[in-house]
């Protein structure tokens, strides 16, 4: 996805959030560390199933079945630093989203990071998988720019 241009990328985005980098979040190299992107995702989904679709954790969860990142470019300290999330597939039980990572390098925005994770709806009283229920569905087509 790097080589593509990110204007045309960022606009199948509709949720974008600034991260505020801690010192915590670097290595001895002085970029973050490759392990707090995982972190970034989290935070930053959570943020956007709260705008997107008012999620209720408490009704139904939905559990990491697996993630994914590209590192094209480290993230350093001091630059403004940006996560795009969206939904980027809907299934019956699961959903894929999808992360952009930008940084402000120069006053240039560039593109750091993409990656993409699939959840799977969960019932923590059955202790299975369950469907999504038609409402979050909707609510997460009409939210996002781009059809699912």
Same mark, same amino acid.
């Given at each position: 996805?790097?080589?593509?241009?990110?204007?045309?990328? #960022?606009?199948?985005?509709? %949720?974008?959030?600034?991260?505020?980098?801690?010192?915590? $979040?670097? $290595?001895?190299?002085?970029?973050?560390?490759?392990?707090?992107?995982?972190?970034?995702?989290?935070?930053?989904?959570?943020?956007?199933?709260?705008?997107?679709?008012?999620?209720?954790? #408490?009704?139904?969860?939905?559990?990491?079945?697996?993630?994914?990142?590209?590192?094209?470019?480290?993230?350093?300290?001091?630059?403004?630093?940006?996560?795009?999330?969206?939904?980027?597939?809907?299934?019956?039980?699961?959903?894929?989203?999808?992360?952009?990572?930008?940084?402000?390098?120069?006053?240039?925005?560039?593109?750091?990071? =993409?990656?993409?994770? =699939?959840?799977?709806? %969960? $019932?923590?009283?059955?202790?299975?998988?369950?469907?999504?229920?038609?409402?979050?569905?909707?609510?997460?087509?009409?939210?996002?720019?781009?059809?699912?």
């Amino acid at each position: 996805m790097h080589k593509l241009n990110l204007e045309e990328e #960022k606009k199948k985005f509709r %949720f974008k959030m600034k991260l505020d980098i801690r010192w915590s $979040d670097m $290595d001895e190299m002085r970029h973050v560390n490759n392990a707090v992107y995982l972190t970034y995702f989290e935070q930053a989904r959570v943020y956007y199933f709260h705008e997107a679709c008012q999620w209720n954790w #408490k009704e139904i969860g939905a559990i990491l079945a697996n993630a994914h990142v590209d590192y094209l470019k480290p993230v350093v300290f001091p630059n403004p630093t940006y996560v795009y999330v969206r939904v980027s597939k809907l299934g019956n039980k699961s959903f894929e989203t999808s992360y952009m990572i930008t940084s402000i390098v120069n006053g240039e925005e560039q593109l750091t990071t =993409t990656g993409y994770a =699939t959840m799977v709806l %969960f $019932d923590y009283h059955t202790n299975a998988s369950v469907a999504m229920p038609e409402y979050l569905k909707e609510r997460l087509k009409n939210y996002e720019p781009e059809k699912l």
